[in-house]
């Protein structure tokens, strides 16, 4: 594992995850925990991280100038109820769109430990409204 570059294939990573696949960020969050001692597991993760990107190589983010739909903003929100097993805490993610471009995103851990699935909702949409008011 000395010889392998874990931080530098995992901050690559992130990098194509910002461009191509924001639906990877909890993940690359995951792997990018234990950049200081990676063990051979980690490493069998980051490669298939690498593989699974392969497939998208010639994709990304595209922003267009389509007008007719620029006067209204488009908000997505989820959760995954539990998903940390280690802190039993809910991810949540978000993300807002103004005339089909992606401008405001969010994949994280819930700061609280909710108790049921639609618990995790709320908090997830309350956090939603929040980024929304801003927007």
């Not at 995992?10 to 950049?35: E, N, P, Q, T, W």
């Not at 995790?120 to 008011?133: F, G, M, R, S």
Request: glycine share 6%; net charge positive; hydrophobic share 45%.
């Amino acid at each position: 594992m000395k010889k392998v570059h874990y931080s530098n294939i995992v901050g690559s990573l992130m990098y194509a995850m910002i461009g191509i696949k924001l639906d990877m960020a909890y993940g690359f969050s995951l792997v990018s925990r234990f950049m200081s001692k990676p063990v051979k597991e980690h490493w069998n993760v980051v490669n298939w991280f690498l593989r699974y990107l392969k497939g998208y190589e010639s994709k990304g983010l595209i922003f267009s100038a389509n007008t007719e739909k620029w006067d209204y903003i488009e908000g997505f929100c989820d959760s995954g109820y539990a998903v940390d097993l280690d802190k039993r805490r809910s991810l949540a993610r978000y993300a807002f769109t103004i005339g089909r471009n992606l401008v405001s995103w969010k994949f994280n851990l819930q700061h609280i430990v909710v108790l049921s699935t639609i618990e995790a909702e709320y908090v997830v949409l309350i956090e939603a409204i929040k980024e929304a008011i801003w927007l």
